[in-house]
């Protein structure tokens, strides 16, 4: 079952919401909800954002993870009027990853091919972030906000990457 806004400013139209088993662990079952042997359902979308809070595998966990997804994620971006361009570009990048994910003929390729295609993916990134992130040293960004933005901890950026803790003045 896959959710819609009707009627959302544009771009937010194309944010398309969906619920997703966890399995013990925390792990996202493959395929749609609902799946043999999981403990929660997670709203998620395909910009890539995931809720904070499961609910449980109750009948009304999709109805329940639903109404997460739109509070929690459509409500706010459909405040602002338009979709923003940070949202975009990432739901873009993400939809052309997932159609290469798609398009691999994993049936007919060695794992070895997969995993020589997902490095060259993850290289890509890499090399993105790298170069974003002179951009964000350049305009002065605190490493907090450049943490926030990747989601990882602001110590492990530090250490990952050299970003500096404090900018110099002047
Ligand atoms: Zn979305």
């Not at 937010?12 to 966890?22: E, Q």
Request: hydrophobic fraction near 45%; aromatic fraction near 6%.
């Amino acid at each position: 079952m896959w959710w819609k806004v009707e009627g959302a400013p544009a771009g937010l139209d194309r944010h398309i919401g969906s619920a997703v088993g966890v399995l013990p662990g925390g792990v996202e079952a493959t395929g749609q909800f609902p799946v043999a042997g999981v403990v929660a359902v997670r709203a998620r979308c395909n910009c890539g954002w995931r809720a904070v809070v499961d609910c449980p595998a109750l009948p009304d966990g999709q109805v329940r993870a639903e109404e997460i997804w739109r509070t929690d994620h459509m409500l706010p971006l459909c405040a602002l009027g338009e979709e923003p361009a940070s949202e975009r570009i990432g739901r873009e990048l993400l939809g052309q990853f997932g159609d290469f994910l798609h398009n691999l003929p994993f049936a007919e390729v060695t794992p070895l091919e997969g995993l020589r295609a997902a490095a060259r993916v993850s290289q890509v990134a890499g090399q993105a972030i790298h170069e974003l992130l002179a951009v964000a040293l350049r305009q002065g960004l605190p490493l907090q906000q450049v943490a926030d933005a990747l989601g990882i901890d602001p110590e492990v950026v530090h250490e990952s990457t050299g970003y500096p803790r404090h900018h110099e003045q002047g």
